[in-house]
């Protein structure tokens, strides 16, 4: 895809689309939902799977990012401020 993380907006790097998505792999490729699918109700989905399903909901993500913002939504930039690694123990270019 090529797209920034939704979350941070590409201040961590580029997503690693090559490498697994795990702990391991901080800067790899997860779908976010903007608006948490566990909080389907709070914005007016008929079901979980309506949240899951929604193409307007979903962003492309870093691993990290993702696991940060947890089920909140809200200010990116607050987001990105909670987000800590350390830049330099991490590859820019998917070499580990």
């Given at each position: 895809?090529?797209?920034?993380?939704?979350?941070?907006?590409g201040?961590?790097?580029?997503?690693?689309?090559?490498?697994?998505?795990?702990?391991?792999?901080?800067?790899?490729?997860?779908?976010?939902?903007?608006?948490?699918?566990?909080?389907?109700?709070?914005?007016?989905?008929?079901?979980?799977?309506?949240?899951?399903?929604?193409?307007?909901?979903?962003?492309a993500?870093?691993?990290?990012?993702?696991?940060?913002?947890?089920?909140?939504?809200?200010?990116?930039?607050?987001?990105r401020?909670?987000?800590?690694?350390?830049?330099?123990?991490?590859?820019?270019?998917?070499?580990?």
């Amino acid at each position: 895809m090529g797209c920034d993380c939704g979350i941070c907006r590409g201040a961590l790097g580029p997503i690693h689309y090559d490498e697994p998505s795990d702990a391991d792999h901080p800067l790899s490729f997860v779908i976010d939902e903007i608006k948490p699918i566990s909080k389907w109700k709070e914005f007016g989905y008929g079901s979980p799977r309506e949240a899951a399903e929604d193409w307007d909901n979903i962003q492309a993500a870093h691993y990290i990012c993702n696991q940060v913002k947890g089920n909140k939504t809200g200010n990116c930039i607050q987001e990105r401020q909670k987000i800590q690694i350390d830049k330099k123990n991490y590859s820019s270019d998917g070499n580990w």
